[in-house]
Nanobody, 121 residues
Framework: QVQLVESGGGLVQPGGSLRLSCAAS????????NGWYRQAPGKERELVAV???????EYIDSVKGRFTISRDSAKNTVYLQMNSLKPEDTAIYYCNADLKRTFYSSTLNYWGQGTQVTVSS
C-alpha cells in the first residue's frame, strides 16, 4: 500500500532548526509534492510552502526567509528546512502530493500522517 510519510519533526528550542522530509513508501511511478502544510492546535490547516511552475517557490509571510522547500528528484523526496524556529511554528506538519502507482494508474492525491514540530524552551 502506498503511503506518504513525513519525518524529521521533534522538540527544538527557539532559534533552532529542523529539516522535515516527505517521501512515498511503497512502489510508485511518480510523485509530485504540492507543498507543506501545518496545523496548530485549535487552528485550521494552512499552506506553508509550495512549489510553483518554473521551479519557483512560495511561502506564507510568517516563514519567509526562515523556511526553504526543496526536492531531491532522484530520491523522490521533498524537504522543508526550517531555521530560526519560533514558538508559533509549533504545529503538526503535513505534506501533500499527487501520486501515480504505475504508468497506467490515475493520479491520486495523498496526505501524510504528519510530523509534530514543537518549539519551546
Amino acid at each position: 500500500q502506498v503511503q506518504l510519510v513525513e519525518s524529521g519533526g521533534g522538540l527544538v528550542q527557539p532559534g533552532g532548526s529542523l529539516r522535515l522530509s516527505c517521501a512515498a513508501s511503497g512502489s510508485i511511478f511518480s510523485i509530485n509534492v504540492n507543498g507543506w502544510y501545518r496545523q496548530a492546535p485549535g487552528k485550521e490547516r494552512e499552506l506553508v510552502a509550495v512549489f510553483l511552475s518554473g521551479g519557483r517557490t512560495e511561502y506564507i509571510d510568517s516563514v519567509k526567509g526562515r523556511f526553504t522547500i526543496s526536492r531531491d528528484s532522484a530520491k523522490n523526496t521533498v524537504y522543508l528546512q526550517m531555521n530560526s524556529l519560533k514558538p508559533e511554528d509549533t504545529a503538526i506538519y503535513y505534506c501533500n502530493a499527487d501520486l501515480k502507482r504505475t504508468f497506467y494508474s490515475s493520479t491520486l492525491n495523498y496526505w501524510g500522517q504528519g510530523t509534530q514540530v514543537t518549539v519551546s524552551s
